[in-house]
């Protein structure tokens, strides 16, 4: 005969290990010994009598209960390991303290009197393909940390519970600086570099998973100007990354090939995200907010790698990018305009298809050439100066282009243009491209002072869509 009742219980345990899994995959093995997988399943069973009053909506109630669950053992995990107590001195079940490194660390290092000796002689010591560790806890540093071994993984317990403290540092430009091939940075925040945040100088197959960088003062002028900047690499992946209060671009990418942006958040910089020289990227799942400008796609002169190109921006979330820009202003990205959600700058053949770009108040997209005027005399005779051959395409636009900023205070348009292109050719095979539904708004500035000046109709075209770097 059918038994509800033991049907119920079946899903009942099921839905009990479903969590602890759930739980386990958040925080870490490091909290999920047998007995303290014994002691978790007793608070899910709690937890799945209350929340499912006898009804089985097992998949609806994982995430918000293992969610309460992880912020506990997050908690437990930061404790003072002599007394089992938070700062406040409450004790703490012991169950819920940590149970030593991850099995995957090869070396691991905890908070001392002297952090930046520990981490830097681990670091060293760490031999390829090896897994340097950071506990939970603040670490403090006064110099740049420095990782010269391929296939390195540096990391931390997670963003919110490993920071690396850089507010005191008086040695080295950088909070963190990769020298070498295949190296991974993962889980931990770094705060408060005066210099850029971690750098990668012409290496190949870099990760940056799960890493923040922080500066807590807005628009300052003392906040650094890099947060994740990897220049002249091939093969870069930065993903569940967050960047705060960089003075330039949060989420930095120059003069490399092949990368990849994910998933990440840039809020309070100058520039969000800025991909600059590079060739093949894609910028994908990504939230620019409450920066002066959202995304940025660069081509600039006087450079050792140039023509940069293809870069496809799409399906990310670019909104309310009207914080006044506070660059250094002997800087290019000086001149880009509070408001403006995606630039491209003298750049070719990219795509920005498929995002929700909204409340910015100069303008969706601008495209503008190189102007000398603008952005400095160049010398580089081997400079292409135009915006070519760019696809703006599908783009859900709302409230854009309302509040002009800088040089476009009172001439934002959700499509804002600066009217030049290469005369020595003819328009068609140079021209931009803009296929959006509804009637987006147009502003030719006209920089170049052409006539007949051109309209958005002389913008409508398409062009083939590039493909992405996640394989």
């Known amino acids: 005969m059918y038994n509800l009742q033991e049907r119920h219980e079946c899903e009942r345990r099921v839905a009990l290990d479903e969590i602890v899994k759930y739980l386990c995959a958040t925080v870490g093995r490091r909290c999920c010994g047998p007995h303290e997988t014994a002691q978790l399943t007793e608070l899910a069973a709690y937890?799945?009598?209350?929340?499912?009053?006898?009804?089985?909506?097992?998949?609806?109630?994982?995430?918000?209960?293992?969610?309460?669950?992880?912020?506990?053992?997050?908690?437990?995990?930061?404790?003072?390991?002599?007394?089992?107590?938070?700062?406040?001195?409450?004790?703490?079940?012991?169950?819920?303290?940590?149970?030593?490194?991850?099995?995957?660390?090869?070396?691991?290092?905890?908070?001392?009197?002297?952090?930046?000796?520990?981490?830097?002689?681990?670091?060293?010591?760490?031999?390829?393909?090896?897994?340097?560790?950071?506990?939970?806890?603040?670490?403090?540093?006064?110099?740049?940390?420095?990782?010269?071994?391929?296939?390195?993984?540096?990391?931390?317990?997670?963003?919110?519970?490993?920071?690396?403290?850089?507010?005191?540092?008086?040695l080295g430009a950088n909070g963190i600086h990769i020298q070498s091939d295949g190296v991974t940075i993962m889980d931990m925040t770094v705060t408060e570099p005066p210099g850029d945040g971690i750098r990668a100088t012409d290496v190949n197959d870099i990760v940056f998973k799960n890493t923040h960088v922080r500066w807590a003062a807005k628009s300052s002028e003392s906040n650094g100007d890099y947060g994740l900047y990897p220049v002249g690499c091939t093969g870069v992946r930065i993903e569940d990354s967050l960047v705060q209060g960089s003075r330039d671009a949060g989420i930095y990418v120059g003069q490399s090939n092949t990368v990849l942006v994910k998933d990440s958040e840039a809020y309070e910089n100058v520039a969000g995200i800025e991909i600059e020289n590079t060739t093949d990227a894609e910028v994908v799942g990504c939230y620019a907010h409450d920066n002066s400008a959202g995304v940025l796609v660069f081509n600039l002169p006087d450079l050792v790698i140039q023509d940069g190109k293809r870069t496809k921006v799409h399906q990310n979330k670019i909104h309310d990018n009207n914080l006044e820009n506070f660059a250094d202003p002997g800087g290019v990205v000086a001149m880009v305009p509070g408001g403006t959600g995606v630039l491209v700058l003298a750049s070719d053949n990219n795509e920005i298809t498929n995002n929700e770009i909204s409340g910015n108040g100069t303008a969706a997209i601008i495209y503008v050439s190189y102007n000398n005027a603008l952005f400095g005399e160049t010398m580089d005779m081997e400079f292409d100066p135009y915006a070519q051959n760019n696809y703006f395409h599908d783009n859900t636009l709302m409230g854009n282009g309302e509040s002009g900023q800088g040089i476009l205070t009172g001439a934002g348009a959700d499509i804002v243009v600066d009217g030049c292109f290469d005369q020595s050719m003819e328009l068609g095979p140079q021209r931009n491209c803009v296929k959006q539904s509804g009637s987006p708004t147009f502003n030719n500035v006209n920089l170049c002072e052409l006539k007949p000046a051109l309209t958005l109709s002389d913008f409508d075209c398409e062009l083939q869509g590039l493909g992405g770097q996640d394989p």
């Open 47 to 170: 937890m799945y009598d209350f929340e499912t009053m006898s009804q089985p909506m097992i998949r609806k109630m994982v995430p918000a209960a293992g969610l309460v669950m992880a912020t506990s053992m997050l908690m437990a995990c930061d404790l003072d390991h002599t007394n089992g107590a938070t700062g406040g001195g409450v004790p703490f079940p012991g169950y819920l303290m940590p149970v030593g490194p991850p099995a995957e660390c090869d070396h691991y290092v905890e908070p001392s009197d002297d952090d930046q000796t520990a981490i830097q002689t681990a670091l060293i010591e760490a031999e390829e393909g090896q897994t340097v560790c950071l506990s939970p806890g603040e670490f403090v540093l006064n110099g740049e940390l420095n990782i010269g071994k391929k296939d390195l993984t540096f990391q931390g317990a997670g963003p919110d519970v490993t920071t690396l403290d850089f507010s005191g540092q008086d």
